[in-house]
């Protein structure tokens, strides 16, 4: 059974055009983080949630948001999608910051 | 400037012999590694870990190694199997530093694809 469900599996969006990608866990974790992956790349951390806490990393552009409204969701909003911002979309959770991540199967995110 | 380094993008291997993938790292904090596995159009899944405070970790057929001194770590698969064939994702933490100094950097992994 998933415990960290990513919806939608793949997302296409306009240049500009605001998207949100939504992802829930049965885990009952109390930290969830958003990472982007590029082709061939690390995966790169966005931000990340310890409860109710907001931690922005320092290089997470400001076009990148989020919002978590219980333990079990949490949503990466894209006010302006560019070009670059096609990516997967990683959401992963843990019990406890330096605990083992568990991941989500990703949302591919494509910008025409 | 990356912190978790992957140099090998790819890997090939027959089955039942030895994988050997390396990742090196430039941060004398980091006091925790991981090893991801991940299949295509899965995310990653959690495969082994080691503390600082070891230089070996074994878990059936997957052991990794720690060089502190050279800040290198391996993953040995033995023996291969085909459905070993999968991207490897190392990643480290300063987990005992606390805050977000937690959070894992990861390397950007090595496809290995192990030939029947």
């Known amino acids: 059974d998933a415990m960290v469900i990513q919806n939608p599996r793949y997302q296409v969006t306009q240049f500009g055009k605001p998207v949100t990608l939504s992802c829930s866990q049965t885990?009952?974790?109390?930290?969830m983080y958003w990472y982007q992956q590029k082709s061939s790349q690390a995966p790169k951390l966005l931000f990340h949630y310890y409860d109710k806490d907001f931690n922005n990393e320092a290089d997470t552009p400001d076009n990148f948001q989020s919002r978590r409204p219980n333990t079990s969701f949490c949503f990466l909003d894209i006010r302006s999608p560019g070009l670059g911002d096609a990516a997967m979309y990683l959401c992963?959770?843990?019990?406890?910051?330096?605990?083992?991540?568990?991941f989500g199967d990703g949302t591919r995110l494509s910008i025409l | 400037d990356q912190q978790v380094k992957q140099n090998s993008p790819s890997l090939s291997v027959q089955e039942g012999r030895i994988s050997i993938l390396n990742c090196d790292y430039t941060?004398?904090?980091?006091?925790?590694f991981l090893w991801y596995k991940k299949y295509p159009a899965e995310g990653p899944t959690f495969l082994i870990s080691i503390s600082s405070i070891k230089d070996k970790n074994e878990d059936g057929r997957f052991t990794v190694f720690l060089n502190k001194s050279a800040k290198h770590l391996s993953l040995h698969i033995v023996p291969s199997q085909p459905g070993d064939s999968a991207v490897y994702f190392c990643a480290a933490s300063a987990r005992s530093y606390g805050g977000s100094q937690g959070n894992l950097i990861f390397g950007k992994g090595t496809k290995l694809s192990v030939k029947p």
């Open positions: 941060n004398s904090m980091f006091d925790y």
């Open positions: 885990l009952n974790h109390n930290v």
């Open positions: 992963a959770t843990s019990r406890g910051r330096q605990a083992q991540q568990h």
